[in-house]
């Protein structure tokens, strides 16, 4: 008997001794792992967690609070599409189903900014960063039942880069991919015909998460290009309706894989008119609203406003600038005098000062202000009309007739500022700028538009000149917007930029590791834009959220808000 519990109490030891030896040579492979990942993107040390390091949202376990409730956010615009792989996307698309619907390998921690496992469970990068291999969970599901396994992550990618799909932008992402081989149904490798820095985040489907290739395989691409709606993903909720002006309603996914949210549904209600959108929030019709600076600075002033509601404003590397942008295709801006000549007309101190009341920075470049890919040294080009004059004169733009327009070769300087319609703060922009080009010999046609007809106007460059905003990434790589192969096809380089020295900055800049190298490199990026103008560079801001106290748990990270950690306490929920 004793010799048998001895024999017992041995087998134990060992196999505890197995357990703990396997943990330790795991540990040591996690580790080396974080450092090849390190080096690939930009000393992200920790961004390659190991199985079981973060479990991704794992709200419950963290969060506790009441189930239930709606929360309603009011936007300003409808978006054209609810499919990320489509050029017709917009912000409104990515912020209704990126996370929420569709799901990527990995995903920024909003704390630390780190990439992290999510669909996958691990992932490892190869000592010469050509080659990274993910290992899927083994219990993920889309939203029908179905198991997510590597021929979905083959489908995705496949879709994005055919070139039938109407997604150029998104195919640009993987362009040093050379092969993506099926190891498993759970395992996966990405092959690179050369070095990325930002390799890592493009292949794990960061930006449009990962498609169930049974209900989108298709035999001609217009069949995915032309599905605008009915989403379907792996998320946390479930696409419910699009009322088509009014409204789009996801709920959540009560067979999802992992914690669910504790809200049980989300509802985006448009609201184009500046004013309006306040007003509902007054009325309990919405719950959220991203104000203008002008309303958010007017409405923190308003005697017992932040009683009711949250009023936040955060800075993040996802902080957008703004810009005025010049089409080089039209008679008006191919000269960089001209460009040149409409940022000296521009105030940029009274729109910071006086349209955003002080809730703005001008920046002088596409680039994150606070990030050392930001050249501080540059000086934005000072409001300077007479200096306008003098460019507009040496570019052949002179009032010959003396009608008080500047003409050349029979064309007068008339041309149209397109600018999102029913929204206060770019109207008013367009009037300080038409002001302003009429003092030196500009008509300025200001032609508000729906967001919808904007966004095609741009993607099909049927615009003379236009004023929107654009959002930054925590990894910055200028290809797709300042590549002159981006010029064409629908690509983000709306304007159409077109500069050798900038094209071979860039794509030198995709191949470099070495993050100050990089960033010496973007800097050099920054100070050619400054000279060439195919923007007018106006200011960035942050990030301002206005939301009922009823929500909790709402909470600031560095990387913004995590909206699948908000409640409602049962006492105050609205909604069932």
């Known amino acids: 008997m004793n010799r048998h519990n001895f024999a017992c109490a041995f087998f134990l030891f060992a196999f505890l001794f197995i357990i703990a030896a396997f943990q330790y040579v795991s540990i040591g492979r996690s580790k080396k792992f974080d450092r090849r990942l390190g080096v690939l993107v930009d000393k992200l040390e920790d961004a390659a967690a190991a199985p079981g390091d973060e479990a991704p949202v794992k709200v419950d376990s963290v969060y506790p609070g009441d189930k239930g409730d709606w929360r309603i956010w009011g936007f300003s615009a409808e978006p054209r599409t609810l499919n990320p792989l489509s050029a017709e996307r917009d912000i409104y698309t990515l912020w209704i189903t990126q996370r929420a619907i569709f799901e990527s390998l990995l995903v920024y921690d909003l704390e630390t900014l780190k990439l992290r496992p999510h669909l996958a469970e691990s992932y490892e990068v190869s000592d010469d960063a050509l080659e990274i291999t993910f290992t899927l969970r083994d219990d993920i599901y889309f939203s029908d039942g179905a198991p997510i396994t590597t021929d979905d992550v083959i489908f995705t990618y496949e879709a994005v880069t055919d070139p039938k799909i109407d997604a150029s932008d998104l195919a640009n992402t993987f362009i040093d991919v050379k092969e993506v081989v099926k ?10 015909k050369q070095v990325y820095f930002k390799s890592v985040e493009a292949v794990c489907f960061w930006k449009t998460g990962v498609f169930p290739r049974h209900i989108y395989q298709y035999e ?30 996801l709920r959540r996914n009560e067979n999802y894989w992992g914690a669910k949210p504790k809200l049980e549904k989300i509802v985006y209600r448009f609201i184009s008119n500046d004013t309006a959108r306040v007003q509902a929030l007054r009325a309990g019709q919405i719950d959220m609203l991203l104000p203008s600076p002008q309303q958010y600075a007017d409405l923190i002033q308003e005697e017992g406003f932040a009683e009711k509601f949250n009023c936040m404003a955060y800075w993040n590397p996802a902080a957008p600038y703004y810009y005025m942008g010049w089409n080089r295709k039209t008679p008006f801006f191919a000269d960089k005098r001209v460009r040149l000549a409409m940022t000296h007309i521009v105030d940029h101190d009274k729109i910071v000062s006086s349209l955003l009341k002080g809730n703005g920075k001008v920046v002088t470049g596409p680039f994150y202000h606070k990030s050392n890919a930001y050249d501080q040294s540059i000086e934005p080009w000072p409001y300077d009309p007479e200096r306008a004059k003098e460019l507009l004169d040496e570019a052949g733009w002179v009032d010959s007739d003396g009608d008080g327009i500047r003409d050349k070769e029979g064309r007068e300087f008339s041309f149209k500022f397109t600018i999102p319609v029913s929204n206060t703060f770019y109207d008013r922009m367009a009037r300080l700028l038409k002001d302003s080009a009429a003092k030196v010999g500009i008509e300025v046609i200001i032609d508000p538009v729906e967001w919808s007809v904007l966004m095609t106007m741009v993607n099909d460059r049927k615009f003379e000149a236009m004023a929107m905003g654009r959002s930054g990434d925590i990894l910055q790589d200028p290809y797709h917007l300042w590549h002159s192969s981006q010029a064409g096809n629908r690509g983000l380089n709306y304007c159409g930029f077109n500069n050798p020295e900038a094209d071979a900055i860039i794509e030198e800049g995709r191949r470099t590791l070495d993050e100050d190298k990089r960033n010496e490199l973007y800097r050099r990026l920054h100070r050619i834009l400054h000279a060439e103008q195919p923007y007018t560079f106006l200011y960035t801001r942050p990030t301002f959220r ?12 560095p990387l913004g808000l995590n909206y699948f950690q908000w409640y409602v306490p049962i006492n105050k929920q609205k909604y069932k």
């Open 220 to 249: 001609n691409a217009k069949e995915l290009n032309d599905r605008v709606s009915n989403p379907v993903g792996s998320g946390p909720y479930l696409f419910d309706k699009w009322d088509v002006g009014r409204e789009i309603s």
């Open 183 to 192: 190891i498993s149904d759970r395992v996966v490798k990405f092959v690179m």
């Open 546 to 557: 206005i939301v009922d106290k009823r929500f909790k748990n709402v909470k600031i990270y």
